[in-house]
């Protein structure tokens, strides 16, 4: 199993409509990336957590961090076309390195 | 404003010929730089990253290496290309160590299918 296990790994929401991806880890989260990716481009940087419940926001996409349950969630509101995309969480290794999870796809229907 | 260039966009090589991807950096001094691979439905997985020029740290065992001749430039490199590395690959790179928590900027990638 992978270290870091992103559910759901696909959904397909009406545009308005609320969402939530979850990311966990096996092991203790230390520092936590969300990424966003369109199919064959590279990643856009959303946000990055470090302390246990912190909760950062960027428009209308809200993250948080449960250092205890070692998971992080990403939650959009009021979806729109434009938050399509691949959703890849990724945590911090040792020297900087980053573990990623598989990557939830999201598709929001106009 | 830095920005990352990856060339080329895309690439069809067959099995067994040699490869070639370059990775430059602009607007930055000594960045820490990556390389991943994403397969289709897995996650990006690290193959190299480095610290500085000439210095390269492999993450995993493969048919592939990696240079920095220069402190902008990374290049993934193989000499028999092999149905396996067959893949979507990305640069990315962040600031030197040391200095906590700092985000990966990433290319725009290299689409390789080898054949």
């Known amino acids: 199993s992978q270290e870091l296990e992103q559910s759901p790994q696909s959904l397909i929401v009406q545009e308005g409509k609320n969402l939530t991806i979850n990311c966990t880890s096996s092991k203790t989260l230390y520092g936590l990336y969300w990424y966003k990716q369109k199919y064959g481009e590279g990643l856009i940087f959303l946000m990055m957590l470090q302390k246990g419940g912190e909760e950062k926001s960027h428009e209308k996409i809200t993250a948080k961090l449960d250092e205890k349950k070692q998971q992080s969630s990403l939650h959009i509101t009021a979806s729109q076309p434009s938050h399509a995309g691949i959703y890849l969480c990724?945590?911090?290794?040792?020297?900087?390195?980053?573990?990623f999870g598989a990557g939830t796809i999201l598709r929001v229907k106009s | 404003s830095q920005t990352i260039h990856q060339w080329p966009a895309t690439l069809v090589q067959p099995v067994g010929s040699p490869l070639s991807l370059e990775c430059t950096v602009e607007?930055?001094?000594?960045?820490?730089l990556y390389w991943y691979r994403q397969a289709a439905g897995r996650g990006l997985q690290l193959l190299f990253y480095?610290?500085?020029?000439?210095?390269i740290s492999s993450e995993v065992p493969q048919n592939l290496s990696a240079s920095r001749p220069q402190d902008r430039q990374f290049i993934l490199s193989s000499k028999k290309l092999l149905l396996s590395d067959s893949g979507f690959y990305l640069c990315?790179?962040?600031?030197?160590?040391?200095?906590?928590?700092?985000?990966?900027?990433f290319g725009p990638g290299t689409r390789l299918t080898v054949t």
């Open positions: 990315a790179w962040n600031s030197s160590p040391g200095q906590g928590f700092d985000e990966q900027y």
């Open positions: 990724g945590a911090d290794r040792y020297g900087n390195k980053l573990v």
């Open positions: 480095s610290v500085g020029i000439g210095q």
């Open positions: 607007g930055t001094s000594n960045p820490n």
